[in-house]
């Protein structure tokens, strides 16, 4: 029979390992750390908006990304935020999907886009003569088209396959998040097709691109040995090192979590691993690109000089 047969019509999420006298102090840590991934990321998006010097690839990748944090982070927080100050922290069935739908889709996005940024730098420092042509509008937009398009498949796959699930007595996820592989160990029909499709298009979707983002630090570490001097090797470490930082940030956490599995595996260090990636690392994007990187701190120098500039034309012509 096709017919869904789930007889709960909620989950309950035993949230983070953090004893009831330390709740208050999580919750306002927490609040602060979602507040800083918004205000952090929206700032990155308006300036790439603002300032024409950033409407480059680069940039066009960079506001992409941070979209996706933005987002990754808001899809779970919120919800982790409300739970810590509830005494039944639960989420509805319909819910959860949906935020399985998008926690998929946010988390690939980013894959995705740090795969394009790498290819990006790729070009720019060992064809530079070939960089306009090579990484024209249409191949840019085009390459964020098909990340989003991927991502829509993946993630509207693992919901449509879940949904098909039966969850009869067991609603206790014990996650802060609708976690795909918890909710898997909690259904109560067959989910061989899910663990397979999990394991082969998951394996793909993380797999794929950061061994692409290697192979494109590996070219460029190459073409840098090939002429060595100390303006190249600092020029290239300006370029570069912010998105590195990024990507050790995040595959670092992912693949510790999926990808190396632990004859002892504990509940506790996923769940703080899973915080890492989803709540940290969205936090340090902003940081890591502003402090590293000039164009940035240039645009962000101009957006303040022309608010100033404003404010005092505005107050010479009041007085």
Not at 187 to 198: F, G, H, P, R, Y
Not at 208 to 216: A, D, E, K, N, T
Not at 227 to 255: E, W
């Amino acid at each position: 029979m096709g017919k869904n047969k789930t007889l709960i019509s909620e989950f309950l999420l035993l949230g983070l390992p953090i004893q009831p006298e330390h709740q208050n102090l999580f919750y306002v840590l927490f609040l602060a750390m979602y507040l800083t991934t918004v205000l952090g990321n929206l700032l990155i998006i308006t300036l790439i908006c603002l300032d024409s010097h950033l409407h480059t690839p680069m940039y066009l990748f960079l506001s992409n990304l941070s979209f996706s944090d933005l987002c990754f982070s808001s899809v779970t927080m919120p919800k982790l935020l409300q739970n810590m100050q509830s005494e039944v922290p639960s989420i509805p069935y319909a819910g959860c999907l949906t935020q399985i739908y998008f926690v998929l889709f946010f988390g690939d996005l980013g894959n995705f886009i740090l795969m394009a940024m790498a290819y990006d730098r790729y070009v720019a420092i060992c064809f530079p003569l070939h960089y306009t042509t090579i990484m024209s509008p249409k191949l840019c937009l085009s390459l964020v088209v098909l990340s989003w398009v991927q991502t829509t498949f993946y993630s509207l796959l693992h919901t449509l396959l879940v949904n098909r699930l039966s969850f009869c007595a067991d609603n206790v996820i014990p996650h802060f998040f609708c976690e795909i592989s918890a909710l898997l160990k909690l259904a109560c029909s067959d989910t061989q097709v899910n663990e397979w499709v999990l394991f082969i298009i998951g394996g793909i979707v993380v797999v794929i691109p950061f061994l692409l983002i290697l192979v494109s630090y590996a070219k460029i570490v190459s073409s840098i040995l090939k002429v060595p001097s100390a303006r190249g090797i600092r020029k290239t470490f300006s370029t570069c090192g912010s998105h590195l930082s990024v990507v050790s940030l995040f595959y670092g956490t992912v693949i510790g979590l999926y990808l190396c599995p632990t004859a002892n595996k504990s509940t506790v260090k996923d769940t703080v691993m899973a915080l890492m990636y989803m709540v940290v690392t969205p936090m340090l994007n902003p940081f890591i690109y502003s402090l590293r990187n000039r164009d940035i701190k240039g645009a962000l120098g101009r957006a303040l000089f022309r608010k100033k500039f404003f404010f005092c034309v505005c107050e010479g012509l009041l007085t």
